[in-house]
């Protein structure tokens, strides 16, 4: 009779951690203009923050922190933002690559929506003090969808809409904030304090 042969013994792991040059490094991706493009808005938008935090009138009972100074920092943080997001694209540092979402990162910026995006902004800053701010923020509203890819129109306004009126009715009727509402909603919540 032959003896039973002995187990193997499982091979023994190895506690280290391995070195860097021991990792594969993912491959690199070509450099995005996309996120060149928002550091560079970034950048942009801080300095004309910090320039028209510098045209604010100081009442003269301000004695210790003014009005300028939250813009003032709100425009210098969103520079520092900028520059350091500039630095890291131009270096050629991406974000993470989305594991968990049915996200292409090899697809093209789609200019034609931020174009779109950019000019419904636009359209909604000038048009606040004609329709008034639920209106033009629920066209608003409609257009980006619209651009981003939603099947209908109808749903967005009308999310758009109640999203609109109610932020509106917050603020100006319970905060006591001025947003122009238009001649029919004045008139519609004129009994509401």
Do not use: C
Not at 36 to 64: D, W
Not at 120 to 133: K, S, Y
């Amino acid at each position: 009779m032959s003896a039973p042969e002995p187990a193997s013994a499982p091979a023994p792991v190895d506690p280290r951690t391995p070195e860097p040059w021991e990792v594969a490094e993912s491959p690199r991706r070509p450099r995005n203009n996309g996120e060149l493009a928002l550091s560079t808005l970034l950048l942009l938008l801080g300095i004309y923050l910090v320039i028209g935090a510098g045209s604010i009138t100081i009442p003269g009972s301000s004695n210790t922190v003014g009005p300028r100074f939250f813009p003032y920092l709100v425009g210098a943080a969103t520079i520092a933002i900028g520059g350091v997001l500039a630095i890291r694209v131009l270096r050629g540092d991406q974000g993470p690559e989305e594991a968990g979402e049915d996200v292409d990162p090899d697809a093209k910026t789609s200019w034609r929506a931020v174009g779109i995006i950019s000019l419904a902004f636009l359209a909604h800053a000038l048009l606040i003090n004609v329709i008034g701010w639920p209106l033009s923020v629920t066209l608003m509203f409609g257009v980006v969808a619209w651009s981003l890819g939603s099947r209908g129109v109808v749903r967005p306004l009308i999310a758009g809409g109640i999203v609109s009126v109610v932020v509106w009715l917050v603020f100006v009727k319970a905060l006591g904030v001025v947003l122009p509402g238009g001649i029919l909603l004045e008139l519609a919540t004129g009994w509401i304090g």
